[in-house]
């Protein structure tokens, strides 16, 4: 069992508000990724503290003694808030400093767990197929989990009416088949969970910038790439040992220009990868 991430600057930020970090540790694997908001002041910080403080929690605790792995990832990411926001406070920041998205993925090695607080996306690969949950907000504000930590702003997204839309797209070996949309309640996490069945399996999260890469025209205008087209790329991991997903990215993006791919939005991944091939 194998545990990696990576995050990169988009073309249109100069500060990165992407952040990510993973590990193992006590039989636990863990990728951890978080997506400040651009209009919310210091949220690069606020991205660091959220993922540093669901680190904590997940190398401190013996998850692989909880019952309910799946339950367990989703407290991680409230606690990590509330750890968080005291930070925020004793360092004199706006609590709009935790304007970020939130997803974590964690493994004992018989099952991994992926939590989303916000927009991104959830990834389960087993043989033969790929199960792909992403998280959208309609309104185009994902429910942050800063949101819950103060009434006012809370109340003030509510009146936005910021409900989630959850799409889970499966890519089996020669085709795409989209197998449900529902809505997800905002202020609730998004919990997934898979088994390991003695098969190949990788469980990743990915930010929203995989959405924002494009290649210029010749006139001076765009041309959005296909999400699919990324992921395709995205997920290629070849030897799943060491910095497999840093490598991935790396390739990928040296590919991506090659072809004349840009991405105006930070992108961050983190995968946990168990089994073998």
Not at 30 to 39: E, H, K, Q, T, V
Not at 81 to 100: M, P, T, Y
Not at 238 to 259: D, E, H, I, W
Request: include cysteine.
């Amino acid at each position: 069992m194998n545990a990696d991430s990576a995050y990169v600057i988009g073309k249109s930020h100069e500060v990165c508000q992407d952040y990510a970090r993973s590990g193992v540790v006590d039989g636990m694997a863990y990728g951890i990724i978080a997506d400040g908001c651009s209009s919310s002041k210091d949220s690069d910080v606020g991205a660091r503290l959220l993922v540093l403080n669901a680190e904590r929690l997940i190398t401190t605790a013996n998850l692989s003694s909880f019952p309910n792995l799946r339950k367990t990832v989703g407290d991680i990411g409230w606690n990590a808030a509330g750890n968080a926001i005291r930070q925020v406070e004793g360092l004199g920041l706006e609590s709009c400093a935790l304007d970020a998205t939130l997803l974590i993925a964690v493994s004992n090695g018989r099952e991994a767990a992926l939590a989303a607080f916000g927009d991104g996306m959830l990834i389960l690969v087993g043989p033969g197929h790929t199960q792909i949950d992403e998280v959208e907000f309609a309104s185009g504000y994902p429910c942050y989990l800063s949101y819950k930590m103060e009434e006012s702003r809370r109340q003030q997204y509510d009146l936005v009416g910021g409900i989630g839309r959850r799409t889970r797209t499966t890519w089996h070996v020669g085709g795409k088949t989209e197998d449900s949309k529902d809505m997800v309640p905002h202020q609730a996490a998004f919990t997934l969970s898979g088994p390991k069945n003695g098969e190949v399996f990788v469980a990743a999260v990915l930010s929203d910038g995989v959405r924002s890469f494009y290649k210029r025209r010749g006139d001076g205008g765009s041309i959005p790439i296909p999400t699919d087209e990324v992921l395709e790329h995205l997920l290629a991991f070849k030897l799943p040992k060491g910095r497999f997903v840093q490598r991935r990215m790396n390739a990928f993006l040296k590919q991506a220009t090659k072809m004349g791919w840009e991405h105006y939005d930070d992108l961050s991944m983190a995968a946990i990868h168990l089994g073998s091939r």
